[in-house]
């Protein structure tokens, strides 16, 4: 029985991710989507070209009030910086099919075909020929070039250069809710669906939640106007309406556990939607820990590894 290895990204979502109150919102988001966007006439605009986030609506925080969030994405763009090391559980839920699981622990500080210990890959054991293919991948992609991942500060100043952001002050937390235009790229990174760019080309929101007593990032909610058509590793098609994110931290500014969260439902057939055939993606990472890169232990520069799954044929 031969295998075929399928690199996919573990949740990275090529923006930041988002949060709402909570998930029926997001299962309701669409239904009322159109009362939320902005009107095109009153998306802000700059008022210097120099700042983006100095803009101009009378529904916009002021530039003071931007600067708990700013701070806050700059604090875990630092915290992902270098290498890291993790426990990773994937579930996929899905009414209509069986509960899929697959386990795994990351170490960014390890050879390269020893960074990934699989225990579970979507309910069955690694095989030995599996693991064999697994490592030779690692080995080959060792050392190539990947894009650097833009900064959470730099993505949401560009979708205030077209978009209206409003906040909201909940006790102790801060959540801003950014109503979008821009026209972004989105990667879904788990053992479930196929590595692939998503184009989403249609308005956005997405709500930032900033704890006020650490001025750090806890939740990140992304929710589409229009769902993004994602690939199975099956081939079948999935239309994910939504995206969260959550952060939990000890004593420093580095997340110690974080929880990704993809909102699904099946494409409509013949024009009825299977509004009963949803489910979710759920990612959750713990022991998480920054690590002396691997590279930077035999003092070259190759950068770190990402990957991964791959399907049994």
């Excluded at 939607?273 to 930077?296: F, H, N, P, S």
Aim: net charge neutral; aromatic share 12%.
């Amino acid at each position: 029985m031969n295998f075929v290895l399928r690199i996919c990204l573990l949740i990275c979502v090529a923006c930041a991710g988002c949060v709402s109150k909570n998930d029926s919102k997001l299962a309701l988001g669409l239904a009322s989507w159109e009362s939320t966007l902005p009107p095109y006439d009153s998306v802000m605009s700059p008022k210097s070209e120099g700042d983006p986030s100095e803009l101009v609506n009378a529904k916009t925080v002021s530039l003071e009030e931007l600067t708990p969030l700013i701070e806050a994405l700059n604090k875990i763009d630092n915290a992902y910086s270098g290498c890291r090391a993790y426990s990773v559980i994937e579930l996929y839920k899905n009414q209509s099919e069986p509960d899929l699981k697959t386990v795994y622990s990351y170490d960014g500080s390890k050879p390269p075909k020893e960074v990934y210990s699989f225990f579970l890959i979507r309910n069955k054991k690694l095989s030995d020929f599996a693991k064999a293919q697994l490592e030779e991948s690692l080995m080959n992609r060792y050392g190539s070039k990947r894009l650097p991942r833009r900064s959470r500060s730099a993505v949401v100043k560009i979708f205030l250069q077209r978009g209206s952001c409003y906040v909201d002050y909940e006790r102790d937390m801060l959540r801003f809710s950014v109503l979008t235009e821009t026209q972004s790229n989105y990667f879904f990174q788990n053992s479930f669906l196929r590595r692939k760019q998503y184009y989403n080309k249609f308005p956005s929101k997405h709500e930032y939640v900033i704890d006020m007593s650490t001025n750090r990032l806890v939740e990140y909610n992304i929710l589409f106007s229009k769902p993004l058509s994602v690939e199975k590793l099956n081939g079948d098609f999935l239309d994910v309406f939504a995206y969260n994110s959550k952060f939990a931290y000890a004593d420093s500014d580095f997340p110690i556990s974080a929880e990704n969260q993809v909102y699904f439902k099946h494409p409509s057939e013949l024009g009825k939607a299977k509004e009963q055939d949803g489910g979710t993606i759920i990612v959750t990472r713990t022991d998480m820990r920054k690590v002396k890169c691997y590279d930077d232990l035999l003092n070259v520069k190759m950068g770190e590894l990402e990957v991964l799954g791959f399907e049994p044929k």
